[in-house]
T-cell receptor, first 114, second 110 residues
Framework: GAGVSQSPRYKVAKRGQDVALRCDPI?????LFWYQQALGQGPEFLTY????????KSGLPSDRFFAERPEGSVSTLKIQRTQQEDSAVYLC????????????FGSGTRLTVV | KNEVEQSPQNLTAQEGEFITINCSYS?????LHWLQQHPGGGIVSLFM???GKKKHGRLIATINIQEKHSSLHITASHPRDSAVYIC????????????FGTGTRLQVFP
């Protein structure tokens, strides 16, 4: 596609519910990143894939967070047993190897846990 | 202490004013990015810098590697420039991930 596509755009979940957030990167972008942005804050790194390999997951806040990219294109960020503190915008970005031309960000998924 | 700090946090300006947003960082980097985020919208990449200066339209970005400092300038500001401007650095010692500043919220009034 022409840009990075994220779905859903908005998600309201009841506390304890599991959610799955999808990211469809630009075709040919092997690097894919997930960031979490709390209200009024800058984005914070969650995890990074190069093709299907998850090279860095140091930013995942707990074992309730899980990300996958099984075929090296679409990625899913899953949050199990959501808590109120998980409420944030989840941003996905993709880039070419070595980030030669910068990143392209999706519009994000705004998750609200009630 | 955050590894990337921006100032000011909030900035208001009248249309036509020259605007400067500053970014300081405390780590070794391979590149610095300036990004723009509109309310409810995604993030748009404005510049990627590793040295010197870049210009795109009314936007100018500079970086001083020795001083670990970058500035984003907007000339002849316009209300449509109102957005959050975020500085982010790519670490030397790490994967391609970015470390973000908290952003500068700019409002330009007509």
């Amino acid at each position: 596609g022409a840009g990075v596509s994220q779905s859903p755009r908005y998600k309201v979940a009841k506390r304890g519910q599991d959610v799955a957030l999808r990211c469809d990167p630009i075709s040919g972008h092997v690097s894919l990143f997930w960031y979490q942005q709390a209200l009024g804050q800058g984005p914070e790194f969650l995890t990074y894939f190069q093709n299907e390999a998850q090279l860095d997951k140091s930013g995942l806040p707990s074992d309730r967070f899980f990300a996958e990219r099984p075929e090296g294109s679409v990625s899913t960020l899953k949050i199990q047993r959501t808590q109120q503190e998980d409420s944030a915008v989840y941003l996905c970005a993709s880039s070419l190897p070595g980030n030669l031309y910068g990143y392209t960000f999706g519009s994000g998924t705004r998750l609200t846990v009630v | 202490k955050n590894e990337v700090e921006q100032s000011p946090q909030n900035l208001t300006a009248q249309e036509g004013e020259f605007i400067t947003i500053n970014c300081s960082y405390s780590v070794g980097i391979s590149a610095l990015h300036w990004l723009q985020q509109h309310p409810g919208g995604g993030i748009v990449s404005l510049f990627m810098l590793s040295s010197g200066k870049k210009k795109h339209g009314r936007l100018i970005a500079t970086i001083n590697i020795q001083e670990k400092h970058s500035s984003l300038h907007i000339t002849a500001s316009h209300p449509r420039d109102s957005a959050v401007y975020i500085c982010a650095v790519r670490l030397l010692r790490d994967t391609d991930k970015l470390i973000f500043g908290t952003g500068t919220r700019l409002q330009v009034f007509p």
